[in-house]
């Protein structure tokens, strides 16, 4: 079990993730900047969340106050972004993402766009569509999911709004965040409940993914897949519920980001170096303004992949499984994405050795 304790480790003294907004700011990774006490001030502006589709959904109801009429999204997005705008009856639309992860869109009038940084770089589209939202009718919603350990991130215009979720960057049972401050938020004992599944699960499933054999055990990984299906279930079917539990911030405020992040970026950049050239990377560079969610490989046979590294312990999510509404016909590229990229973990529980190992697994697999 010392592996899972590890994963728990605090450090509040080293916390150093910057955002500002308002009378709000929250030091930052890379930055070194050496304010410990501002990741505990993260919620004095803007609101915590049992979810990133929960934050979104304040976001939405706040702007259709505001006379928002339709919102338009990109082609390439997790489908849980879709739940809380048709929980809450909003008009949507998408525009193309390409094989490059970018786009070129014209902003309509009384609508928000919603933007994604995706797997922690920087979209280059929001230069231009920050600039344009403070003087045009139109809001920008920035998905800071992937990118909220990056350190290039700032927001002044008040058309412009943030939201994230907190899990894939920590053993983070459920937890979002938004830029907008909403005092009144429902309690709810389900999500409580949720946040300690979440945490079983995610414990039990820490120690089976660091077990060093190749062993695999269904009946364990059965036990917590289906936990993690529970709370995936609930937070789906309620994507407005909003408060998040004592025990989840606690979790996130206790976490050494700065850590979490220096050993991501020398995570990728080992595997970088070990795969580089022999695997199609969606990026191959990492700017030192960035932390990586994963290691991103483009293989047309992704999904008997994904299936043969699972068998050898080496667990790989897909960014994304599309909607059935984003279809090849329309929006070819986004769905190439869709069926080709896999993630190699590079979390901070691994080491150099489980880089090489990953890297030699890999190799032999493709």
């Given at each position: 079990?010392?592996?899972?304790?590890?994963?728990?480790?605090?450090?509040?003294?080293?916390?150093?993730?910057?955002?500002?907004?308002?009378?709000?700011?929250?030091?930052?990774?890379?930055?070194?900047?050496?304010?410990?006490?501002?990741?505990?001030?993260?919620?004095s502006?803007?609101?915590?969340?049992?979810?990133?589709?929960?934050?979104?959904?304040?976001?939405?109801q706040?702007l259709?106050?505001?006379?928002?009429?339709?919102?338009?999204?990109?082609?390439?997005?997790?489908?849980?972004?879709?739940?809380?705008?048709r929980?809450?009856?909003?008009?949507?639309?998408?525009?193309?993402?390409?094989?490059?992860?970018e786009?070129?869109?014209?902003?309509?009038?009384?609508?928000?766009?919603?933007?994604?940084?995706?797997?922690?770089?920087?979209?280059?589209?929001?230069?231009?569509?920050?600039?344009?939202?403070?003087s045009?009718?139109?809001?920008l919603?920035?998905?800071?999911?992937?990118?909220?350990?990056?350190?290039?991130?700032t927001?002044?215009?008040?058309?412009?709004?943030?939201?994230?979720?907190?899990?894939?960057?920590?053993p983070?049972?459920?937890?979002?965040?938004c830029?907008?401050?909403?005092?009144?938020?429902?309690?709810?004992?389900?999500?409580?409940?949720?946040?300690w599944?979440?945490?079983?699960?995610?414990?039990?499933r820490?120690?089976?993914?660091?077990?060093?054999?190749?062993?695999?055990?269904?009946?364990?990984?059965?036990f917590?897949?289906?936990?993690?299906?529970?709370?995936?279930v609930?937070?789906?079917?309620?994507?407005?519920?909003?408060?998040?539990?004592?025990?989840a911030?606690?979790?996130?405020?206790?976490?050494?980001?700065?850590?979490?992040?220096?050993?991501?970026r020398?995570?990728?950049?080992?595997?970088?170096?070990?795969?580089n050239?022999?695997?199609?990377?969606?990026?191959?560079?990492?700017?030192e303004?960035?932390?990586?969610?994963?290691?991103?490989?483009?293989?047309?046979n992704?999904d008997?992949?994904?299936?043969?590294l699972a068998?050898?312990?080496?667990?790989?999510?897909v960014?994304?499984?599309?909607?059935n509404?984003?279809?090849?016909d329309?929006f070819?590229?986004?769905?190439?994405l869709?069926?080709?990229?896999?993630?190699?973990?590079?979390?901070?529980?691994?080491?150099?050795?489980?880089?090489?190992?990953?890297?030699?697994?890999?190799?032999?697999e493709?």
């Amino acid at each position: 079990m010392v592996q899972i304790k590890k994963l728990f480790e605090t450090n509040n003294q080293s916390n150093h993730h910057q955002i500002v907004g308002g009378d709000f700011e929250l030091t930052s990774i890379p930055s070194n900047i050496s304010d410990s006490y501002k990741l505990q001030k993260f919620g004095s502006v803007g609101t915590w969340t049992s979810s990133g589709r929960a934050s979104l959904a304040i976001l939405l109801q706040d702007l259709v106050k505001r006379g928002i009429e339709q919102i338009v999204l990109p082609s390439y997005l997790c489908s849980s972004i879709l739940l809380p705008i048709r929980k809450i009856g909003l008009k949507y639309s998408f525009y193309n993402v390409d094989r490059n992860l970018e786009s070129v869109i014209e902003p309509q009038d009384k609508s928000a766009i919603l933007l994604i940084h995706y797997f922690g770089w920087f979209n280059k589209l929001a230069i231009e569509l920050r600039k344009r939202s403070s003087s045009e009718s139109f809001y920008l919603i920035e998905d800071l999911t992937h990118a909220f350990l990056s350190d290039w991130y700032t927001w002044t215009s008040s058309s412009e709004f943030v939201f994230m979720s907190l899990r894939k960057f920590g053993p983070v049972p459920i937890g979002g965040w938004c830029s907008y401050t909403y005092d009144d938020l429902p309690i709810s004992k389900e999500i409580e409940s949720l946040a300690w599944k979440s945490i079983a699960a995610r414990l039990i499933r820490a120690q089976y993914v660091v077990e060093p054999s190749n062993w695999t055990d269904f009946d364990v990984e059965k036990f917590y897949l289906n936990l993690l299906h529970q709370v995936e279930v609930f937070l789906d079917q309620n994507p407005t519920v909003c408060k998040l539990p004592k025990i989840a911030y606690d979790l996130i405020m206790g976490l050494n980001w700065h850590q979490i992040g220096m050993q991501r970026r020398s995570n990728w950049l080992d595997l970088h170096t070990m795969i580089n050239g022999k695997v199609d990377a969606l990026i191959t560079e990492l700017p030192e303004d960035v932390v990586p969610l994963g290691y991103v490989i483009k293989c047309k046979n992704r999904d008997k992949l994904k299936d043969r590294l699972a068998k050898r312990h080496i667990f790989c999510p897909v960014h994304w499984q599309l909607p059935n509404i984003i279809n090849e016909d329309n929006f070819p590229e986004s769905v190439a994405l869709s069926q080709q990229c896999l993630t190699l973990p590079i979390d901070q529980r691994y080491s150099f050795d489980d880089m090489a190992r990953i890297a030699e697994v890999v190799q032999s697999e493709l």
